[in-house]
T-cell receptor
């Protein structure tokens, strides 16, 4: 079965650079979520989109922005990168109408800021 | 408030049952999840339970929910070395889309 695809899987950037993470949800899934997991931490919700509109917002820094495109893929744009942004970034997708609102997670993008 | 708590470590002998406990604070949580994360890997949804259920069983996994005490547990029968991972308890409110994760319980298996 198709899963959530994230690219790139690994990314190394320097401080103050920008990064763009991409997420391709499971086909027919209409909602995308972004989470950040720091080293030894639990995943923290950043932002979500339903039908290309922002549906919920968590602890996303102002330096980050995200959007969902007409093909439902989503991009997380990160600017002025800081060392503390080094983390595993997960994208998850779900389809409304299912009884459990399950969120299926992608493999993650590991961002290292040096 | 949003708070999910778990013990951070659990060590069990291979073949024994593992019981991972979780408490949550928001009684409006409708969905409760258990995710598994192996080292360097992504999050795998193991099982979930609705807040109107008391128990759910799926092969070696048994989830128990005590809504009165806001206590959730995951029992893994016949624990194997492949079960070594971090297990996250998570909740989702009925009116919000985000999932709130607990800190995770690192399960280690000893021979």
């Amino acid at each position: 079965a198709a899963g959530v695809i994230q690219s790139p899987r690994h990314l190394i950037k320097e401080k103050r650079e920008t990064a763009t993470l991409k997420c391709y949800p499971i086909p027919r899934h209409d909602t995308v979520y972004w989470y950040q997991q720091g080293p030894g931490q639990d995943p923290q919700f950043l932002i979500s989109f339903y039908e290309k509109m922002q549906s919920d917002k968590g602890s996303i820094p102002d330096r980050f922005s995200a959007q969902q495109f007409s093909d439902y893929h989503s991009e997380l744009n990160m600017s002025s990168l800081e060392l503390g942004d080094s983390a595993l970034y997960f994208c998850a997708s779900s389809i409304t109408g299912t009884e459990s609102y399950e969120q299926y997670f992608g493999p993650g993008t590991r961002l290292t800021v040096t | 408030g949003e708070d999910v708590e778990q013990s951070l470590f659990l060590s069990v002998r291979e073949g024994d049952s593992s019981v991972i406990n979780c408490t949550y604070t928001d009684s409006s949580s409708t969905y409760l999840y258990w995710y598994k994360q192996e080292p360097g890997a992504g999050l795998q949804l193991l099982t979930y339970i609705f807040s109107n259920m008391d128990m759910k069983q799926d092969q070696r996994l048994t989830v128990l929910l005590n809504k009165k005490d806001k206590h959730l547990s995951l029992r893994i029968a016949d624990t194997q070395t492949g079960d070594s991972a971090i297990y996250f308890c998570a909740e989702r409110y009925s009116s919000a889309s985000k999932i709130i994760f607990g800190p995770g319980t690192r399960l280690s298996i000893r021979p």
